[in-house]
């Protein structure tokens, strides 16, 4: 045992001995208070490196602030350049760049920087290298590839519009691309919001957004917009600027849903050199290696510790030709003093422009983000990019970008089609089997649906045959089946029937028709990638809320119940004041030519101040006694407060029918279609119907979440919750009043509520999320060709326009005379929102009386003596 020991000792001794022999470095680091990750990378890269040479040691000598303050960092700066340091690693945003470039290029101090800004300023860096590399010639070449005619550009730091003019650039004049919409913003609602408004400005238009926001932010503006337009999700496609970590695309596919996704990945997850990284980064104690620990790396800490793998091969091939570089000037090593910013002159560091040259010829062949090669500007060249594009289901490499060889799409796995003039002139003829649900198939003309040729149908399904056909060079035949059934397995028989049993037994090739993707059903025959995603939704009666503005919508502003309360407060306070003149006061009287002499402060002159009041108007008439008075100010105030939210409350009025004629009624504006199932099983109201041997009926069968499963009890429980159609579904949805539900595809709830009578909507929230696909046989060649038809036809796309034509063009555009739900919670004051104004003129009229009866007897006690002592001089005469 003691000779273990003795051994450890040994080698530990050995090891002090070596790292005193090794050069010391050291590397100024300065960076945010929020960039833990990336300080992390940067030491363990220098780490990592310590225990694998004995040739020197890079020590991190690291500033930490707010980047904001670029005094801060002039400081900071400053200081490391005082302790010798070789070579300074910062990020350089649009703020911070001017200011490190400089301290960079007059010092000669060699800068690695993470990321450069896409657009670089006027400083150019003379002795600094972007380890980022540019992505918005990548940006450019899919735009091109893509065809887009338009595009939305949400930008977020200070450079945005300088991007968006280099993409412009580009593209050349002869490119036409217009600006539909251009905005910088901080958070996802603000995106959200600037989304919906050129949504309704551009009801029928594909959106093309291109997204110059970090991960975060990007994040949050897609799930934002996934969780508050479930069926307009394909008519967007996103373009992400910024190249995303892995970890964008794998924690949050099932909140992006199957909305269009297009961005830049640094990061192969499938190289060797890669995954090492990645399980080391993951086994590191987080309390040591701040940010580390965690299965994902950011963009940024990958970025810096291939900034450290590239210093680190500089100082080695410096160690090998030029050692007395790394001694000349090492204070830690020889105790010389480093570079003072505020000497005057300025004193540069003599080996800095060696130390720079060395690092832009360094050449790093295996980098966590690939190769790394510099341009003598210190601009990253010889970059490859992967293209990652979403799918229903996962997310796919779509193919690379080089600034070589420009873009190359892959579009694995599918395969590509042959090109038409290449395809035989004898065109294949494929059976297609269907079923009549609108918007999907419905008839022209009536008669029976066996009989039906494919000339004599139209929708969704028929327009897309069409588009397959003629992209795949084929002609087909299309049969209906008569129980418009997508098909089941009968355990009896062990057969399908529907759509399914056509397929398995040969008598149709493909079908085409509402078909969810499921196991079960993927068992017997194949399925493409979706051409359209559904999810279980609600469908509820629309509250029919009249928005027009009638003659008397002045009057909308209180309550019944409150306006009777002014009127009685006006005649109670009339009365009131006309007591305290008769009773506290002398009488103010004025002289009539017909009367003779009478009363001025009478009772109808005591209204006519009352009601002058109210509208702020002088009539000439002033109470006098000290109660008369008290009591007026306690009336003003009344009248005051009572203008002032009469005249707040039909502003409101007038704006809401504002917003609900530019607005339609919002499937937001009612609770989530989670809540409402829940409420349904708590309470039992409403009632959720759902489709028998349905598809939504299977998944609340299967479905181990306790609440989906109770609904699944409930049903089993109640029968009369089943239903045979869609059409007695809605039928009874439009008779229950807001109290009887249907859970159905949202695709088929967004049909129906888009045709007349117009009374139904569907709630927000999806319940579930699955596809619709083309079925083929078991093992059919047909799949791979469709797979990439359908995937051409998204990207040109036409699969939003057939979308539109029948889902949108329906005859419930004019939605002005329903308003918000909200509408039905807040219009008029109520009596009791306002019952504190009438407390306080209660309040006063009590205060009031209170005084009067003071000042009445008091006015008694003198006036009684007076009197007397007339009346004995009277007497006496």
Same mark, same amino acid.
């Given at each position: 045992m003691w000779l273990v020991w003795l051994n450890v000792s040994l080698l530990l001794t050995i090891d002090y001995v070596l790292s005193k022999e090794r050069i010391h470095i050291p590397i100024g680091a300065v960076f945010s208070r929020s960039d833990d990750a990336a300080i992390s990378a940067l030491k363990y890269a220098f780490w990592s490196h310590q225990n694998t040479s004995s040739t020197f040691v890079a020590e991190v000598v690291e500033e930490r602030l707010e980047w904001v303050d670029t005094y801060q960092i002039s400081r900071a700066v400053?200081?490391?350049?005082?302790?010798?340091?070789?070579?300074?690693?910062?990020?350089?945003?649009?703020?911070?760049?001017?200011?490190?470039?400089?301290?960079?290029?007059?010092?000669?101090?060699?800068?690695?920087?993470?990321?450069?800004?896409?657009?670089?300023?006027?400083?150019?860096?003379?002795?600094?290298?972007?380890?980022?590399?540019?992505?918005?010639?990548?940006?450019?070449?899919?735009?091109?590839?893509?065809?887009w005619s338009s595009i939305i550009y949400l930008y977020q730091s200070d450079d945005g519009a300088e991007k968006l003019q280099r993409i412009f650039e580009l593209g050349g004049s002869d490119r036409k691309l217009d600006i539909m919409g251009l905005r910088r913003i901080t958070s996802a609602d603000e995106a959200h919001l600037f989304l919906r408004k050129l949504d309704r400005n551009f009801p029928d238009k594909?959106?093309?957004?291109?997204?110059?926001?970090?991960?975060?932010?990007?994040?949050?503006?897609?799930?934002?917009?996934?969780?508050?337009?479930?069926?307009?999700?394909?008519?967007?496609?996103?373009?992400?600027?910024?190249?995303?970590?892995?970890?964008?695309?794998?924690?949050?596919?099932?909140?992006?849903?199957?909305?269009?996704?297009?961005g830049f990945r640094l990061l192969d997850p499938d190289r060797g050199l890669v995954r090492q990284f990645l399980t080391s980064w993951r086994s590191l104690n987080p309390r040591?290696?701040?940010?580390?620990?965690?299965? %994902?790396?950011? +963009?940024? *800490?990958?970025?810096?510790? !291939?900034?450290?793998? =590239?210093?680190?091969?500089?100082?080695?091939?410096?160690?090998?030709?030029?050692?007395?570089?790394?001694?000349?000037?090492?204070?830690?090593?020889?105790?010389?003093?480093?570079?003072?910013?505020?000497?005057?002159?300025?004193?540069?560091w003599e080996h800095g422009p060696i130390v720079a040259q060395y690092l832009k010829q360094t050449y790093v062949p295996a980098g966590l983000t690939g190769s790394l090669k510099f341009d003598p500007n210190g601009q990253r060249k010889q970059v490859t990019l992967d293209?990652?594009?979403?799918?229903? %289901?996962?997310? +796919?490499? *779509?193919?690379?970008?080089? !600034?070589?060889?420009? =873009?190359?799409l892959v579009k694995s796995p599918y395969r590509p089609l042959p090109d038409k003039d290449s395809r035989i002139s004898n065109k294949k003829k494929y059976v297609i089997v269907s079923l009549l649900s609108p918007p999907y198939l419905l008839t022209k003309i009536r008669t029976k649906r066996e009989s039906l040729q494919k000339d004599?149908?139209?929708?969704?399904?028929?327009?897309?045959?069409?588009?397959?056909?003629?992209?795949?060079?084929?002609?087909?035949?299309?049969?209906?089946?008569?129980?418009?059934?997508?098909?089941?397995? %009968?355990?009896?028989?062990?057969?399908?029937?529907?759509?399914?049993?056509?397929?398995?037994?040969?008598?149709?090739?493909?079908?085409?028709?509402?078909?969810?993707?499921?196991?079960?059903?993927?068992?017997?025959?194949?399925?493409?990638?979706?051409?359209?995603?559904?999810?279980?939704?609600?469908?509820?009666?629309?509250?029919?809320?009249?928005?027009?503005?009638?003659?008397?919508?002045?009057?909308?502003?209180?309550?019944?119940?409150?306006?009777?309360?002014?009127?009685?407060?006006?005649?109670?306070?009339?009365?009131?004041?006309?007591?305290?003149?008769?009773?506290?006061?002398p009488p103010d009287r004025v002289k009539n030519a017909d009367s003779g002499l009478q009363d001025r402060l009478g009772l109808c002159a005591n209204f006519w101040f009352v009601c002058s009041s109210s509208l702020f108007r002088s009539s000439g008439i002033y109470p006098k006694s000290p109660s008369s008075r008290l009591a007026s100010i306690f009336?003003?105030?009344?009248?005051?407060?009572?203008?002032?939210?009469?005249?707040?409350?039909?502003?409101?009025?007038?704006?809401?029918?504002?917003?609900s004629q530019a607005y339609s009624f919002s499937y937001s504006s009612y609770p989530s279609t989670e809540y409402i199932l829940q409420e349904a099983i708590r309470t039992g109201s409403p009632k959720l119907l759902v489709l028998k041997n349905s598809s939504t009926l299977e998944f609340f069968k299967n479905s181990a979440i306790k609440t989906y499963n109770s609904y699944w009890q409930k049903v089993k429980e109640e029968p009369e919750l089943l239903i045979n159609g869609y059409n007695e579904g809605v039928e009874k949805v439009r008779k229950g009043q807001g109290n009887v539900g249907l859970l159905l595809e949202s695709s088929m709830n967004e049909y129906i509520n888009f045709q007349e009578p117009c009374d139904t909507i569907m709630t927000s929230g999806f319940l579930d999320s699955s596809g619709y696909g083309i079925a083929t046989k078991k093992g059919s060649p047909l799949k791979e060709e469709l797979d990439y038809a359908l995937l051409s036809l998204k990207e040109k796309g036409y699969l939003n326009m057939i979308y539109a034509k029948w889902w949108r063009e329906g005859k419930c555009k004019d939605t002005k005379k329903y308003r918000k739900l909200s509408d039905l919670y807040h219009s008029s004051l109520t009596l009791h929102e306002i019952s504190g104004?009438?407390?306080?003129?209660?309040?006063?009229?009590?205060?009031?009386?209170i005084i009067a009866m003071v000042e009445f007897i008091f006015r008694r006690k003198i006036t009684l003596p007076r009197s007397e002592d007339e009346h004995e001089k009277s007497s006496k005469f």
């Open positions: 400053c200081r490391l350049m005082k302790q010798g340091i070789y070579a300074l690693v910062a990020p350089t945003t649009p703020q911070t760049y001017s200011i490190l470039v400089s301290y960079s290029n007059n010092f000669q101090i060699p800068l690695i920087s993470p990321s450069f800004p896409e657009v670089v300023p006027e400083h150019t860096p003379l002795f600094a290298v972007g380890i980022k590399p540019n992505t918005l010639r990548a940006v450019n070449d899919l735009i091109t590839y893509y065809r594909l959106k093309n957004i291109v997204m110059d926001v970090d991960s975060r932010l990007a994040r949050e503006i897609i799930i934002t917009h996934v969780r508050t337009l479930p069926w307009e999700r394909n008519v967007y496609h996103f373009l992400l600027i910024e190249p995303v970590p892995e970890g964008f695309w794998n924690s949050q596919l099932t909140e992006f849903g199957r909305v269009n996704i297009t040591l290696w701040l940010g580390a620990g965690n299965r %994902n790396i950011p +963009v940024e *800490a990958m970025l810096t510790y !291939d900034g450290a793998e =590239l210093l680190l091969g500089t100082l080695t091939r410096i160690y090998d030709s030029q050692q007395h570089i790394l001694k000349s000037n090492n204070k830690v090593g020889n105790g010389t003093k480093g570079t003072d910013c505020l000497q005057t002159p300025i004193k540069t293209i990652i594009e979403t799918t229903p %289901n996962d997310y +796919v490499k *779509a193919g690379n970008w080089s !600034d070589m060889s420009g =873009l190359m004599q149908v139209e929708g969704f399904v028929k327009d897309l045959a069409d588009y397959l056909s003629e992209e795949m060079n084929f002609d087909y035949d299309l049969h209906l089946l008569p129980d418009s059934e997508a098909g089941k397995y %009968n355990a009896t028989t062990g057969t399908w029937t529907g759509l399914i049993g056509e397929l398995v037994k040969g008598t149709a090739d493909l079908s085409i028709a509402p078909l969810t993707i499921t196991a079960e059903r993927e068992s017997v025959i194949d399925f493409t990638k979706p051409f359209q995603t559904v999810g279980i939704s609600l469908m509820m009666k629309k509250p029919e809320i009249s928005a027009e503005i009638g003659p008397f919508f002045f009057l909308q502003a209180f309550s019944i119940e409150v306006w009777i309360c002014i009127i009685v407060s006006h005649l109670v306070f009339s009365m009131l004041l006309f007591s305290l003149s008769k009773f506290t006061s009336w003003w105030f009344f009248t005051l407060i009572l203008v002032v939210l009469y005249i707040a409350n039909l502003a409101t009025i007038l704006i809401k029918d504002k917003t104004l009438f407390y306080i003129l209660i309040g006063g009229i009590v205060i009031t009386l």
